[in-house]
């Protein structure tokens, strides 16, 4: 039987091309349309999947993953349904948050120009299939980096975006003040988290019972929590910031101090592709060694000429030609600082204190300011 | 002599190539053969592929701890169950809603049926309206209605409403009293059986009676007295051990008692509601089917309106309803999967969704999703097609 050469159409396949990022924009205002589409889409990426997996061989003889996205001209990304911060549209219609700017760094280091990249809406439960079947390029969805999802999915973790960890919000006048005095609530979440399996385990550990609801999207958590149909509801903490902005009066909620889960959430990348691992991968670092050495997107062109320090040069790629092991221009790092900026930049401009999510830096910021972020150098 | 055995002349001298059974026959095998070879192909390509891409593949995750809480689970299960158990559980929340559901739907599309032929303008107004609204509708949408909308307007459980200090209704669903059996609660358990196992065989036996004598018996009257008056006897019998635990708000929600969930409820109702606008349409096509003659020979037999209803039409119009009847019980069964919408924990929530993403086996557990729907499809419609030829007309 002839393989993936005779079916490399189907392995690309055209039938689930992405969704322009406009249209999908306009249709989160119409939740009944999208769920269905949701529903769809999810029957359709599991056919895709097996449909990829039954006609063709991975591997050898098909386009690199980097090939494919340069002759297509953009980055497919895989982001949330709309996380405040993370990923959501604007009043402009347009992407905005972390996880979009993190593919738009990407999609600047490939093609020097970060609006070459088309988003796709993934329910939590629909976005690894989505990445196995090749329907999108990378997984960008603040997603947390566990075992089974690295070793067991076909996947690659590349690094960590944002540390975070799971909390509870709950009303004010619910007068409590810690989750330990939560034995007995309803609690809502969205299913196909890691959240719903640390949710069982804190309360087990602690001999509390609870009650979970568990919907398919965020929206859905966040309505049902507003209309009163539980008293807690549970997810990392800055999507907490993020969703309490949705609620009718933000102000009446408050989220509980305990963390109970480690959260390192990050960009995903389908097994098989070491090339597009590896830039996905610097990707982050370039834009975490641009903070440290205090190359941002206002000073870059002054930097690239007149540096001396040969760090900077190095991640400018004014000296070495690091891009060309990548499979991209040696001026991938300048490209990604000048069209996005470092991760300071990006962080404080999506979640940082001066936004409606207000999240300071804590275990975010770099290693030497009193933080865990902390990026291999490029030499 | 026929043209078709070719100039080589007679029948028997026609070569094993040329006879149309073998070449029917062979052909088909061919095809056999190549339907076979795809999907063996198929299934083995897939196999290799999930292999070299490392992505987890077989049904031992089953037995896997699944680590996650369900809120409606009708047989025992904690987080410390497997995936396996989960999948019951998930399955009999969908055959929950799916028996429940076509059981309230049948009523209420009989009663909108009948109604729509009435000669009364209101009920005939008013069930058209229910039809043309509820039909017109897309079932999602219903669904998000009666759990949003209806939800949002109930009231916390502190503020709970409450019915006779039994029952209390709110936003975190009907909260019933649970009975309790003591001592001897057996006995009553057994009194009520022996109470409609006599009924139907009073009824019977009326019936034969009838047949032979003309006369008929006071069949309701006694029915009544046997149902309430042999369990009644039994619980002074044995000093009534049945009680209930009234349930009791402790905390954020309420202690004892059993609890519907109201995501039970606004997904049974909508889909009942739902589909009962169809039903109606196909009684209502059921009854007009039947021609006017059978009714006024009926009325000139001196059957009443009722009688003539119960006795002469719907029976006949049993076989024209029947068959779009059973795909509508079908079509419930599959619009329950849009449980997800409201997270209702039913085999598409609980199964192809959180359990799906632990596992991450994609292809195994959607294989497995769909071969339950397609079962319990199938069964549904192995019932109705036997019942279907119990009611068909049956020539003399």
Redesign the interface.
């Known amino acids: ?1 002839t ?1 993936c050469r005779k079916f490399s159409a189907a392995c690309e396949l055209p039938f689930l091309s992405p969704v322009p990022s406009r249209t999908v924009a306009a249709e989160t205002s119409a ?2 349309r999208m ?2 589409a949701a ?1 769809m889409k999810r ?1 359709l990426s ?1 056919f895709a ?2 449909g ?8 050898a003889q098909a386009a690199t993953k980097l090939e494919q996205v340069k002759s297509k001209g953009f980055v497919q990304c895989g982001v949330s349904q709309g996380l405040p911060g993370f990923s959501n549209p604007n009043d402009k219609g347009e992407w905005s948050g972390l996880d979009v700017e993190f593919c738009r760094a990407v999609a600047a280091a490939i093609f020097g120009d970060a609006t070459k990249v088309k988003f796709t809406p993934l329910s ?2 629909d976005r ?2 989505a990445l ?1 079947s090749g329907d999108i390029d990378i997984l960008s969805r603040n997603t947390t980096w566990t075992i ?2 690295d ?4 996947l690659n973790f590349t690094g960590v975006t944002y540390y975070d960890g799971q909390g509870f919000m709950i009303r004010k006048d ?1 007068k409590v003040n810690s989750a330990l005095e ?5 609690v ?1 979440t969205q ?3 890691t959240t ?2 640390n ?3 804190y ?2 550990a602690n001999n509390m019972t ?7 999207t965020n929206d ?1 958590v966040v ?2 929590y507003d ?3 539980c ?1 807690v509801l549970t997810t990392d903490r800055s999507g907490l910031a993020g969703e309490r902005l949705k609620l009718t009066n933000p102000d009446d909620h408050v989220v509980l101090p305990e963390i109970i889960s480690k959260e390192p959430l990050g960009p995903v990348v ?3 592709d070491d090339q597009w691992f590896d830039i996905v991968k610097w990707v982050l670092f370039a834009q975490l060694n641009a903070e440290e050495l205090g190359v941002n997107s206002k000073n870059v062109d002054d930097q690239l000429k007149n540096a001396t320090n040969p760090e900077i040069k190095r991640l400018l790629g004014t000296e070495g030609k690091y891009g060309e092991g990548m499979g991209i221009g040696n001026d991938w790092g300048y490209l990604i600082i000048k069209n996005v900026g470092n991760y300071a930049e990006m962080y404080d401009r999506t979640v940082g204190p001066d936004t409606p999510l207000k999240l300071s830096r804590g275990l975010n910021a770099l290693w030497n300011k009193g933080g865990i972020q902390y990026a291999p150098p490029i030499r | 002599m026929t043209d078709l055995a070719g100039p080589a002349g007679g029948h028997e001298k026609t070569t094993f190539i040329n006879d149309p059974k073998v070449r029917s026959i062979g052909l088909q095998l061919v095809a056999l053969i190549v339907v076979i070879f795809l999907g063996w ?3 083995e ?2 196999r ?3 292999a ?5 593949t077989g049904f031992g995750f089953l037995d896997n701890t699944a ?5 409606q689970t009708l047989i025992p299960y904690s ?1 410390t169950s497997t995936y396996g158990r989960a999948f019951i559980v998930g399955l009999l929340n969908t055959i929950l809603v799916a028996v429940v559901g076509i059981f309230i739907a049948t009523i209420i599309g009989f009663l909108v049926g009948i109604g729509r032929l009435s000669k009364n303008f209101m009920v005939r107004t008013i069930s058209t309206v229910y039809v043309e609204v509820l039909r017109n509708l ?1 079932p ?2 219903q669904i ?1 209605f009666w759990y ?1 909308a209806v ?2 307007a ?1 009231p ?1 459980p502190r503020n709970s409403i409450s019915v006779f200090g039994e029952i209390f209704i709110s ?2 669903g009907i909260i019933i009293p649970r009975p309790l059996f003591g001592e001897g609660a057996g006995i009553v358990v057994w009194a009520i059986g022996l109470a409609i196992l006599g009924v139907i065989l009073f009824r019977h036996w009326a019936a034969s009676r009838q047949e032979e004598t003309g006369r008929r018996l006071p069949v309701l009257w006694v029915s009544l007295c046997v149902l309430i008056g042999l369990p009644l006897a039994a619980m002074i019998a044995t000093g009534f051990p049945i009680s209930f635990e009234v349930p009791e708000l ?4 309420f ?1 004892g008692g059993v609890r519907v969930i ?2 039970f409820v606004a997904l049974t109702l909508a889909l009942a509601t739902y589909t009962a606008a169809f039903i109606a349409e196909n009684v209502r096509a059921g009854i007009q089917s039947v021609s006017h003659g059978q009714t006024e020979a009926a009325h000139s037999l001196g059957l009443r309106h009722g009688q003539t209803l119960r006795l002469v039409v719907i029976p006949q119009a049993m076989r024209v309803i029947i068959p779009p009847l059973t795909s509508q019980y079908l079509n419930l069964t599959k619009n329950s999967s849009l449980a ?4 209702y ?1 039913d085999l598409v ?1 609980v199964f192809a ?2 359990s ?5 086996q ?2 195994e557990i ?1 294989a497995i999703t769909m071969g339950v729907y397609l079962l319990l499809s199938i069964i549904t419609a192995i019932i109705m097609n036997a019942y279907n030829k119990r009611v068909a007309l049956v020539e003399r």
């Open positions: 039987m393989r939740p009944i769920k269905k529903i029957l599991t999947l097996a990829a997996m039954g006609l063709c061989a991975f591997g939590a439960k690894f299939t196995q089974t999802r070793t067991s999915l076909g619910k939560l034995s007995g609530a309803s809502c299913t196909g988290t719903e399996q949710l069982a385990d309360f087990r609870y009650e979970v609801i568990a919907f398919a859905e309505k049902a209309a009163g149909r008293d389908a097994h098989g | 192909s198929f299934a390509n897939a290799d592929n999930l070299a891409q490392k992505i987890a680590g996650f809480g369900i809120n987080e897309p999602l949408f998000l949003l939800l949002s109930m916390g936003n975190r402790k905390g954020f929600n202690v109201p995501e997800v919408g409201i997270g924990p929530a969704g959180t799906l993403n632990q596992t991450g994609a292809i959607i």
